[in-house]
T-cell receptor
Framework: DTEVTQTPKHLVMGMTNKKSLKCEQHMGHRAMYWYKQKAKKPPELMFVYSYEKLSINESVPSRFSPECPNSSLLNLHLHALQPEDSALYLC?????????????FGPGTRLTVT | AQSVTQLDSQVPVFEEAPVELRCNYSSSVSVYLFWYVQYPNQGLQLLLKYLSGSTLVKGINGFEAEFNKSQTSFHLRKPSVHISDTAEYFCAVREYGNKLVFGAGTILRVKS
């Protein structure tokens, strides 16, 4: 199984809502990533978790709060977002953060903030 | 910090014609390079990667790329494209901590 799953596929939320994005992988990978992709732009790294610990935070605003409850699951909690946060949010995983090799991407959650 | 430049934002090509998508990277001691494809409304799928060894790398769907250290390039090629290859292609370089830095992307449009 080389699949990374993400739920929901689409999400519309108001600026006062609290919502969460979920990502799951069962490949035994110990590094997991959140990327943000605006329309017609490349993905930009937001967070990296290594062995369930936050390893990299690319100066992301605190209205985005990541969580890694176990080695298979990665969440992104959203609160008080702005319309400019509307984007495709991609999750990825890899064997280990320091290991060579590719990252496996999920299909993404398309978020619209109204 | 490393960077990647994809020289063409869009490449139109007729079906069954050859195609080359260009990618240049900033120089570094060790370079690990990737090409990903993104079909509309989907995530990214790895086409191929260069970690070490042979400079000609073969990937999925008939794509290949050549790592050229002297020209700091990693161009993607396919000898004969299909309509189904229409997608956006991203070149990426691995930075510290397995961080991927992506180029701006090249949209490949295959016309019949």
């Amino acid at each position: 199984d080389t699949e990374v799953t993400q739920t929901p596929k689409h999400l519309v939320m108001g600026m006062t809502n609290k919502k969460s994005l979920k990502c799951e992988q069962h490949m035994g990978h110990r590094a997991m990533y959140w990327y943000k992709q605006k329309a017609k732009k490349p993905p930009e790294l937001m967070f990296v978790y290594s062995y369930e610990k936050l390893s990299i935070n690319e100066s992301v605003p605190s209205r985005f709060s990541p969580e890694c409850p176990n080695s298979s699951l990665l969440n992104l909690h959203l609160h008080a977002l702005q319309p400019e946060d509307s984007a495709l949010y991609l999750c990825a995983s890899s064997h280990r953060q320091g290991a060579l090799g590719e990252q496996y991407f999920g299909p993404g959650t398309r978020l619209t903030v109204t | 910090a490393q960077s990647v430049t994809q020289l063409d934002s869009q490449v139109p090509v007729f079906e069954e014609a050859p195609v080359e998508l260009r990618c240049n990277y900033s120089s570094s001691v060790s370079v690990y390079l990737f090409w990903y494809v993104q079909y509309p409304n989907q995530g990214l799928q790895l086409l191929l990667k260069y970690l070490s060894g042979s400079t000609l790398v073969k990937g999925i769907n008939g794509f290949e790329a050549e790592f050229n250290k002297s020209q700091t390039s990693f161009h993607l090629r396919k000898p004969s494209v299909h309509i189904s290859d229409t997608a956006e292609y991203f070149c990426a370089v691995r930075e510290y901590g397995n961080k991927l830095v992506f180029g701006a992307g090249t949209i490949l449009r295959v016309k019949s």
